[in-house]
C-alpha cells in the first residue's frame, strides 16, 4: 500500500492559484489510480477530481470543471492539483486518496488517505 503525503497548501487571494502535490512512496505507484477530496469543518469530505494510473484519463466534480487540473508524474510518484481562479468558498482542507473500492466519488470508497493540506482563499 503507497503512503500518500500533500503538500502546496497555504494562503492565497480570490482568483489566485495554487498547485498541490500528492507524493507517494512506494514501487507500485505506477499502478494506483488517485482522487483528490476537500473537506471543511463539519462537513463530509468532497470529491474534486481523479486520475487514472497511466494519467490518460481524468475525472472531474462540476464544481471545479475548468478551474482544477489533476495531472501525474509517475517518474516523480507524485500526483498533482492545479488550482486556478481560485475563490473563498474553495477553502478547505484538502487530501489525496488512491484506490477506490467502489464508486470514485464516495470518500467511503477509499482507506488510504493522505494527512491533508490547508488551503485558504482570502484577501
Known amino acids: 500500500q503507497v503512503q500518500l503525503v500533500e503538500s502546496g497548501g497555504g494562503l492565497v487571494r480570490p482568483g489566485g492559484s495554487l498547485r498541490l502535490s500528492c507524493a507517494a512512496s512506494?514501487?507500485?505507484?505506477?499502478?494506483?489510480?488517485i482522487a483528490w477530496f476537500r473537506q471543511t469543518s463539519g462537513e463530509e469530505r468532497t470529491f474534486l477530481a481523479y486520475i487514472l494510473d497511466t494519467g490518460r484519463t481524468t475525472y472531474y466534480a462540476d464544481s471545479v470543471k475548468g478551474r482544477f487540473t489533476v495531472s501525474r508524474d509517475n517518474a516523480e510518484n507524485t500526483v498533482y492539483l492545479q488550482m486556478n481562479s481560485l475563490k473563498p468558498e474553495d477553502t478547505a482542507v484538502y487530501y489525496c486518496?488512491?484506490?477506490?473500492?467502489?464508486?470514485?466519488?464516495?470518500?467511503?470508497?477509499?482507506?488510504?488517505w493522505g494527512q491533508g493540506t490547508h488551503v485558504t482563499v482570502s484577501s
Open positions: 512506494g514501487r507500485t505507484f505506477s499502478r494506483n489510480n
Open positions: 486518496a488512491a484506490d477506490p473500492t467502489g464508486s470514485i466519488y464516495y470518500a467511503g470508497s477509499y482507506d488510504n
